[in-house]
T-cell receptor, first 112, second 112 residues
Framework: NAGVTQTPKFQVLKTGQSMTLQCAQD?????MYWYRQDPGMGLRLIYY???????DKGEVPNGYNVSRLNKREFSLRLESAAPSQTSVYFC???????????FGPGTRLLVL | QKEVEQDPGPLSVPEGAIVSLNCTYS??????FMWYRQYSRKGPELLMY????GNKEDGRFTAQVDKSSKYISLFIRDSQPSDSATYLC????????????FGTGTRLQVTL
């Protein structure tokens, strides 16, 4: 039981490049989330998926797109990376309309 | 002004000390309150969860919520070097229980 897994662990991009961050959970959770964590800003919600087939914007969605591929997988795409998107990205999942979110280990992204 | 305020620290205490970590918030709709622990270069893990006002104890950890003052606390008794981490408070409103608002985190260092 791996919980929430994220790939890659670390990525360096040049401005304008695109990439997809992958997230998968094996806890049969309905809800999944993408956060970014920046110094002095805490964790901020980018997008979430309350259930398979639905996605909604969070606090900071600009510059990102998401896909809930199936119940297990929720990907985050940067179409044209910018230095302001340098951050640590965390995926999380929860059973449903509950408060206990389980986090993955994070992806460190550096945009040059 | 941020919805959730948390002193970033760092807070340095000797082993065995009692630690008090605090958050204040402005949104009176918040009803679910959580504390997450985050070790360096890891994802946050849920430590304590409380609903509405009151206290909750789990081993060496006690969470307190004072909704009238919009103030929550986490107490750690007999602190250990393994408690050295960043502690994040998080909260959400009824009906949006899965949409968490995080504090920026307090970094705690427990020294031998």
């Amino acid at each position: 039981n791996a919980g929430v897994t994220q790939t890659p662990k670390f990525q360096v991009l040049k401005t304008g490049q695109s990439m997809t961050l992958q997230c998968a959970q094996d806890m049969n959770h309905n809800s999944m989330y993408w956060y970014r964590q920046d110094p002095g800003m805490g964790l901020r919600l980018i997008y979430y998926s309350a259930s398979e087939g639905t996605t909604d914007k969070g606090e900071v969605p600009n510059g990102y797109n998401v896909s809930r591929l199936n119940k297990r997988e929720f990907s985050l795409r940067l179409e044209s990376a910018a230095p302001s998107q340098t951050s640590v990205y965390f995926c999380a999942s929860s059973e449903g309309y509950r408060e206990t979110q389980y986090f993955g280990p994070g992806t460190r992204l550096l945009v040059l | 002004q941020k919805e959730v305020e948390q002193d970033p620290g760092p807070l340095s205490v000797p082993e065995g000390a009692i630690v008090s970590l605090n958050c204040t918030y402005s949104n009176s709709a918040f009803q679910y309150f959580m504390w997450y622990r985050q070790y360096s270069r890891k994802g946050p893990e849920l430590l304590m969860y409380t609903y509405s006002s009151g206290n909750k104890e789990d081993g060496r950890f006690t969470a307190q919520v004072d909704k009238s003052s919009k103030y929550i606390s986490l107490f750690i008794r007999d602190s250990q070097p393994s408690d050295s981490a960043t502690y994040l408070c998080a909260m959400s409103a009824a009906g949006t229980a899965s949409k968490l608002t995080f504090g920026t985190g307090t970094r705690l260092q427990v020294t031998l």
